[in-house]
């Protein structure tokens, strides 16, 4: 997802997050609901003499949450990209700025190249001063051929 904010005509900023289909309410929904079937499953079987299935579906349990919970993390995470006349700023984080870097605009160069795989994304990239930074890590195809149109129109501009 790609939000784009033009302030003064001179700065131009990107936000760029991951889409988040569902809330974390709604995914402890899916895991509840999963986990419902999955218990009910295991006790049924439990009736019958295998009870060393409950501990596996509780395990079962844990594990999908903990994969929907750090796939939620995952697509929280922001990019954010600041271009003014001097510089370019990039910030990754999830509240606050976790890591910050800044270029000179006129030693950075903007790359994106993506095969003609239908099963890859792309490779986005800005890079200065022989260090190469990665962008748009959550998005999909169109949204990073999408980030790397604008971005490159920001900067001619």
């Not at 991951?18 to 899916?30: D, F, H, K, T, V």
Request: charged share 20%; hydrophobic share 45%.
């Amino acid at each position: 997802m790609i939000e784009i904010q033009a302030e003064n005509g001179k700065t131009t900023r990107v936000i760029v997050k991951g889409n988040q289909s569902m809330s974390w309410r709604a995914n402890l929904y899916l895991a509840a609901s999963l986990g419902f079937i999955c218990m009910g499953v295991a006790v049924a079987l439990a009736t019958f003499g295998l009870w060393m299935v409950i501990p596996f579906a509780g395990a079962e349990i844990a594990l999908i949450v903990a994969c929907l919970y750090l796939t939620l993390k995952r697509l929280s995470r922001k990019e954010v990209i600041t271009l003014n006349n001097e510089a370019i700023r990039l910030e990754w984080g999830y509240n606050q700025p976790d890591l910050t870097v800044n270029l000179p605009r006129q030693f950075s160069q903007l790359s994106y190249y993506c095969s003609d795989n239908i099963f890859e994304v792309g490779d986005l990239s800005v890079s200065a001063h022989g260090k190469r930074y990665v962008l748009g890590s959550s998005l999909n195809r169109e949204e990073k051929k999408a980030l790397y149109t604008e971005l490159q129109s920001a900067l001619k501009g």
